[in-house]
Structures are given as C-alpha cells and as structure tokens.
C-alpha cells in the first residue's frame, strides 16, 4: 500500500531511499536545513568519493560494492557520467598475512575479480611518483574508482523533483512527533509540525541530536581531507592513475586522481578520527592533522608531501561501533526508521541504499538487514572497521 513518507535528511542515505520509494508508488517529502545537494557539511557533500570493493574478507560488503558499481555503470548511463572507473591500487611496505591488502586480494580472488599483483618493479615502472622501495606490494582492482560525489547528490535532486518530491528546504527536524509509541511526523525547529504515515531519518551524523537513544549507537568523528594542487597533473590523472590506498591500514592515507573539472588531487586521512559535536564544534583542520599528511607523504610520495593545499576541511563520519551500517525501525516507537551510520564509506553505496532503506520501511525481509539491524554494540569489531589510531599518527 502507498504511503506517505517523510524523510530528514537530503545527504546520500536519505536521496538514495526517496529514490527507491518514489520508485515504490510512495508520496515522498524531504527535510533538510539546506535542502538539495545538501548541507555544506554534510558527509555526502564533497567532489568525490572513492568506490571501492575492496573489504577485508567481508563477503557481504564486497558483494554489496559489486552491485553499486554496477549501478553507477547503469547510473552513468541514465543521467551522464557520474562514476569514473578508474581502479584502484592498494600498496603496502610488505605483506602481511591478516593485512588489509592481503584480505582484500584474497577476497576480490574469491569474487574472480581480474586483479593484477604488484611487485616492487611494477610499482616503480608504474608509479614513478611513489617513493622507491618504500612501498613495494600490493595489487591493481580495475573495477573501482570514484564518484562525482556533489554532482551525484544534484542529479538524484533533479529526478526527484521532476517524481513531484516536495523538498522543505530552510526546515529542520527538531523530534520525531510521537503519541502513544507511535510516530506521525516530525516537529520542526520553526515550531512546525510535518505529518505522514511513516518517518525516515537519514541524520547521518547529527542522527544523534535526532532521535533520543541513538547518542549512544553513533559517534561523530572529524577526518580531514585536503584538495592538493599538483606541480604535473598530468602524472595523476587516469589511466596512469588511479585511486591509490598508501597502506591504509596502518597510515589512514587514500589518493584521488587529479579531478577533471576541478583540478585538484584529492586526498584524505581515514582513521580513528576527533570526537566533534555536529552542531557546535568547528570544522578545522589541525596543524597536526596537516603534518600528519605531510610526513605519510614524505615517506611515500613526496612530491604530494610539498603540494600546496588549496582547500582543507574536516568532515563528520557517523560512526557505528562496529562501523556497520544502521539501517532499521526503531524498537520502540512505531512508524519511526532510522538509516545512518556511513561510517567512512558509506558513500559509494548510495545507488544499492535506497532499496535496503525502503524494505525496512516497509517493513520486507533483506538480506542486508542483519548487518545493519538495530543492535547492542557487539564486542567483536567487524572485519573491516579497523582504522588506525589518529593518536599513533600522532605520537610518531
Ligand atoms: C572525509 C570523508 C571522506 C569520505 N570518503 C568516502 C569515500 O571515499 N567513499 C565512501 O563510500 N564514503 C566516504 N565517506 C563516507 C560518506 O561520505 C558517508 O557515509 C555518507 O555520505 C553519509 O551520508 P548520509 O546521508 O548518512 O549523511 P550526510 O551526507 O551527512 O547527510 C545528512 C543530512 O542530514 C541533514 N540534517 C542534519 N540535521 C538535520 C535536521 N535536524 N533536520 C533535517 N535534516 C538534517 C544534513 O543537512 C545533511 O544533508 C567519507 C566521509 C567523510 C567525512
């Protein structure tokens, strides 16, 4: 049966689900303080994001990235190009047998994924730019790459809007309207009152100022990303060169090519992260943060460790503690769902999302749903949420 549906939250998660269910026959309206392609710090909101199926020994996430790569393909097709494959190359000093590389190539093997295994004289012939002998193994994915983050967050805007989605722009949830257990809208900070017949919130790291009892399940962390100028774009720029993880595991340091309309080299610090308040803390990149790069740079690319920085900011991960998804109705309110928790890579599934969202919504079986159920952090992490410590970084 069709319903009404309100959504808050324009960022990848809630786009992605209003998608599906317009796609469904349901009345869709979204909330957002800044409305389409979303909030400047937003999570979503960035030139690109890497898409990669590269996830430890995780058959589930790998599975899952398969099927949005696929999407973007079908997604570059029906709206222009949004998804660059441009592959994507992980290296490390050595290998390691339970290593991030070492799992992932075991597991994209599994997949029958055509990968090429590199050695340090394909590194060296390949990628003149990596610092010679200091990464010397790793291995070539060519299904993968980035995503035209903001323009992907544009196009889905304009396909909802031509559905009849109604955005309320300039308009933010303050609750979930709830009587006797059950949810029949949202109140708005403009002491407002939206209504429907079944509440979405796509928060991503604010969901914990949203919806009492989620402070706990997810944690907003800081990452920085820097936009480098380089002095030999061409060097960075696909085929020659993909998306790069710089032994990731242990450095948190990731690689975009040269942007073709930008003209930047995006690169980025995945790890642990700060502890930041969505609402009132800044969103500044810390000197130690910059030297941090600067120093991950000089031991396996130096010449990106002396690129100036045009741009630099810090970006909210909502963490789950098990860097799991967090895709599910709330146990004790009715009408009421919560999809949130991207945890740093959350992104690239935005075209596979929106039809795990909606079977929740609509209360359907998916196979993706316990992974990503309501639940009590667990004691053992996932296999793919170890990020380096930002306090090693740190200390080293
Ligand atoms: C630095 C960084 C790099 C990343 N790199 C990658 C990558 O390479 N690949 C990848 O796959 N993923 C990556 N991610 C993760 C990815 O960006 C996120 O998982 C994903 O974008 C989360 O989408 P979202 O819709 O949950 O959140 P968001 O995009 O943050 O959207 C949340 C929306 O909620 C709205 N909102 C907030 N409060 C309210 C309110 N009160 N009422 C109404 N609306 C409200 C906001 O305005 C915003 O538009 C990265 C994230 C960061 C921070």
């Given at each position: 049966m069709n319903s009404n549906i309100l959504i808050a939250?324009?960022?990848?998660?809630?786009?992605?689900a209003a998608?599906?269910l317009t796609?469904r026959g349901h009345r869709v309206a979204l909330?957002?303080?800044?409305?389409?392609?979303?909030?400047?710090?937003?999570?979503?909101?960035?030139?690109?994001?890497?898409?990669?199926?590269?996830?430890?020994?995780?058959?589930?996430?790998?599975?899952?990235?398969?099927?949005?790569?696929?999407?973007?393909?079908?997604?570059?097709?029906?709206?222009?190009?949004?998804?660059?494959?441009?592959?994507?190359?992980?290296?490390?000093?050595?290998?390691?047998?339970?290593?991030?590389?070492?799992?992932?190539?075991?597991?994209?093997?599994?997949?029958?994924?055509?990968?090429?295994?590199?050695?340090?004289?394909?590194?060296?012939?390949?990628?003149?730019?990596?610092?010679?002998?200091?990464?010397?193994?790793?291995?070539?994915?060519?299904?993968?790459?980035?995503?035209?983050?903001?323009?992907?967050?544009?196009?889905?805007?304009?396909?909802?809007?031509?559905?009849?989605?109604d955005?309320?722009?300039?308009?933010?949830?303050?609750?979930p309207a709830v009587r006797?257990?059950r949810c029949f809208g949202f109140?708005?900070?403009?002491?407002?009152l939206l209504e429907a017949d079944h509440m979405l919130v796509?928060?991503?790291?604010?969901?914990?100022?949203?919806?009492?009892?989620?402070?706990?399940?997810?944690?907003?962390?800081?990452?920085?990303?820097?936009?480098?100028?380089?002095?030999?774009?061409?060097?960075?720029?696909?085929?020659?060169?993909?998306?790069?993880?710089?032994?990731?595991?242990?450095?948190?340091?990731?690689?975009?090519?040269?942007?073709?309309?930008?003209?930047?080299?995006?690169?980025?610090?995945?790890?642990?992260?700060?502890?930041?308040?969505?609402?009132?803390?800044?969103?500044?990149?810390?000197?130690?943060?910059?030297?941090?790069?600067?120093?991950?740079?000089?031991?396996?690319?130096?010449?990106?460790?002396?690129?100036?920085?045009?741009?630099?900011?810090?970006?909210?991960?909502?963490?789950?503690?098990?860097?799991?998804?967090?895709?599910?109705r709330h146990?004790?309110i009715a009408n009421l769902t919560?999809?949130?928790?991207?945890?740093?890579?959350?992104?690239?599934?935005?075209?596979?999302?929106?039809?795990?969202?909606a079977?929740v919504v609509e209360g359907?079986?998916?196979?993706?749903?316990?992974?990503?159920?309501?639940?009590?952090?667990?004691?053992?992490?996932?296999?793919?949420?170890?990020?380096?410590?930002?306090?090693?970084?740190?200390?080293?």
């Amino acid at each position: 049966m069709n319903s009404n549906i309100l959504i808050a939250g324009a960022g990848a998660f809630g786009l992605s689900a209003a998608l599906a269910l317009t796609e469904r026959g349901h009345r869709v309206a979204l909330v957002d303080p800044t409305g389409p392609a979303s909030h400047s710090q937003a999570a979503s909101r960035d030139i690109s994001k890497i898409v990669r199926s590269e996830y430890w020994s995780d058959p589930a996430y790998t599975e899952l990235a398969e099927a949005a790569i696929d999407c973007w393909h079908e997604w570059n097709e029906r709206f222009g190009l949004l998804y660059h494959e441009t592959g994507i190359t992980l290296l490390a000093p050595a290998w390691q047998p339970d290593s991030y590389e070492a799992q992932s190539l075991a597991t994209a093997r599994k997949f029958g994924k055509q990968v090429q295994q590199l050695d340090a004289d394909d590194i060296a012939r390949r990628f003149p730019m990596v610092k010679k002998g200091s990464l010397t193994v790793g291995y070539h994915n060519p299904r993968g790459g980035y995503a035209e983050a903001l323009e992907a967050l544009r196009t889905l805007c304009r396909e909802l809007m031509d559905r009849g989605v109604d955005f309320h722009v300039a308009r933010m949830v303050e609750r979930p309207a709830v009587r006797g257990g059950r949810c029949f809208g949202f109140r708005l900070s403009d002491g407002g009152l939206l209504e429907a017949d079944h509440m979405l919130v796509c928060g991503g790291a604010w969901t914990g100022t949203l919806i009492p009892g989620m402070e706990t399940n997810v944690r907003p962390t800081g990452q920085p990303l820097f936009h480098l100028q380089v002095a030999n774009p061409v060097a960075y720029t696909p085929p020659d060169f993909p998306v790069m993880m710089l032994d990731i595991a242990n450095t948190g340091t990731y690689v975009l090519p040269q942007h073709p309309t930008q003209q930047v080299v995006k690169v980025g610090l995945h790890t642990s992260g700060r502890d930041l308040d969505p609402v009132r803390d800044d969103r500044i990149v810390t000197d130690t943060e910059t030297r941090i790069l600067r120093r991950m740079f000089s031991k396996y690319m130096p010449e990106l460790a002396a690129a100036p920085i045009i741009d630099s900011r810090i970006c909210l991960y909502c963490d789950t503690p098990d860097c799991d998804f967090w895709i599910d109705r709330h146990p004790d309110i009715a009408n009421l769902t919560v999809a949130c928790g991207g945890s740093g890579h959350g992104f690239k599934f935005m075209p596979v999302l929106g039809d795990i969202i909606a079977d929740v919504v609509e209360g359907k079986p998916n196979r993706y749903h316990g992974k990503f159920r309501w639940r009590e952090p667990a004691p053992e992490q996932s296999p793919h949420s170890e990020r380096v410590d930002l306090a090693d970084l740190t200390r080293d």
